[in-house]
């Protein structure tokens, strides 16, 4: 027969859930995993508790073999099993093991994935959800950590249930920045998008209409010659930038210049003037210009 408290073993409270039982659990196995010590002595004894380990995982992670342990506490033997029970002593176990599903559902956390887009993220909005059974409204908070993952935990009802919201933020046809650093790469407020230009536009110099992901009409001045390499910069219309854990100013709107190349005869006749009477910009001379 066993003495050892399971429970003690694993370092967990004999009200642990599952997940507690098995996190604890490979803590330890990892801790005294065999290979992971040198030296005979210190060997022999990660062998011992680590064995120790498997032999209390095995019986508390089985949810007939935990509840005949909590009953029979001492006088629990791996070898016993549940048809060795009769009678009574069999609806007592069952009994429990009845108690201990429903204090794992009650206990357990749902999870829903939620994808929003990036005006809602950056404002804020009531989200209708149906969790449990029920109608609930999830108020989503203004400013999400732009690029990434964000992760709520919400209670529900009198809270002793709770969801957990994994919120995704949807961009759209703008992107945000990625940027280097000694800690990896991570996403700042800054977002790109892809603006298509007149040919002529762009050689001569001219305005485009572009909306930043609030729909706010912006007027941009695209410079004579401009070197498609580069972005047109548009201060503090980007998204929220995160110092920390708090939101900062807002980032800046960076736009990539695709070249537009129409058809002759819908070109701009003033333009195309225009750009046959270039002149050298250090002789004055007249540049010939073949379309």
Same mark, same amino acid.
């Given at each position: 027969?066993?003495?050892?408290?399971?429970?003690?073993?694993?370092?967990?409270?004999?009200t642990?859930s599952?997940?507690?039982?098995?996190?604890?659990?490979r +803590?330890?196995a990892?801790?005294?995993?065999?290979?992971?010590?040198?030296?005979?002595?210190?060997?022999?004894?990660a062998?011992?508790?680590?064995?120790e380990a498997n032999?209390?995982?095995e019986?508390?992670?089985?949810p007939?073999?935990?509840?005949?342990?909590?009953?029979?506490?001492?006088?629990?033997?791996?070898?016993v099993?549940s048809?060795?029970?009769h009678?009574?002593?069999?609806?007592?176990?069952?009994?429990?093991?009845?108690?201990m599903?429903e204090?794992? #559902? #009650?206990n357990?956390v749902?999870?829903?994935?939620?994808?929003?887009?990036?005006e809602?993220?950056?404002?804020?909005?009531?989200?209708?959800?149906?969790v449990?059974?029920?109608?609930?409204?999830?108020?989503?908070?203004?400013?999400?950590?732009?690029g990434v993952?964000?992760?709520?935990?919400?209670?529900?009802?009198?809270?002793?249930r709770?969801?957990?919201?994994?919120?995704?933020?949807?961009?759209?046809?703008?992107?945000?920045?990625?940027?280097?650093?000694?800690?990896?790469?991570?996403?700042?407020?800054?977002?790109?998008?892809i603006?298509?230009?007149?040919?002529?536009?762009?050689?001569?110099?001219? *305005?485009?209409?572009?909306?930043?992901?609030?729909?706010?009409?912006?007027?941009?001045?695209?410079?004579?010659?401009?070197?498609?390499?580069?972005?047109?910069?548009?201060?503090k219309?980007g998204?929220?930038? *995160?110092r920390?854990?708090?939101?900062?100013?807002?980032?800046?709107?960076?736009?990539?210049?695709?070249? +537009?190349?129409?058809?002759?005869?819908?070109?701009?006749? +003033?333009?195309?003037?225009?750009?046959?009477?270039?002149?050298?910009?250090?002789?004055?001379?007249?540049?010939?210009?073949?379309?």
């Amino acid at each position: 027969m066993s003495k050892k408290d399971y429970y003690e073993i694993l370092g967990v409270a004999k009200t642990a859930s599952e997940d507690e039982i098995k996190t604890a659990y490979r +803590k330890l196995a990892m801790k005294y995993h065999p290979d992971r010590h040198t030296g005979e002595a210190e060997k022999k004894a990660a062998e011992v508790a680590f064995k120790e380990a498997n032999e209390a995982n095995e019986v508390l992670s089985d949810p007939l073999k935990r509840a005949q342990y909590d009953r029979l506490g001492a006088g629990f033997s791996e070898g016993v099993q549940s048809n060795t029970f009769h009678g009574k002593d069999a609806e007592d176990i069952l009994d429990q093991m009845r108690r201990m599903h429903e204090h794992i #559902r #009650r206990n357990a956390v749902q999870n829903i994935g939620l994808k929003v887009n990036i005006e809602k993220a950056y404002t804020g909005a009531k989200i209708p959800l149906n969790v449990y059974g029920q109608s609930i409204v999830y108020n989503l908070k203004p400013g999400l950590p732009p690029g990434v993952t964000y992760i709520d935990e919400v209670p529900i009802g009198d809270g002793t249930r709770k969801i957990q919201i994994q919120i995704l933020i949807d961009s759209g046809e703008f992107l945000f920045r990625r940027l280097g650093s000694e800690d990896g790469v991570f996403f700042c407020g800054d977002l790109e998008r892809i603006v298509e230009v007149d040919a002529l536009d762009i050689m001569l110099g001219g *305005w485009i209409t572009v909306k930043d992901f609030l729909g706010k009409e912006l007027q941009v001045r695209v410079p004579a010659g401009f070197d498609l390499a580069n972005r047109l910069k548009v201060a503090k219309h980007g998204y929220s930038n *995160w110092r920390g854990d708090k939101v900062a100013e807002r980032g800046d709107l960076y736009l990539q210049v695709v070249p +537009k190349f129409k058809p002759a005869k819908d070109l701009d006749p +003033k333009k195309v003037e225009e750009l046959y009477n270039i002149t050298h910009p250090m002789t004055g001379t007249k540049i010939d210009v073949k379309v």
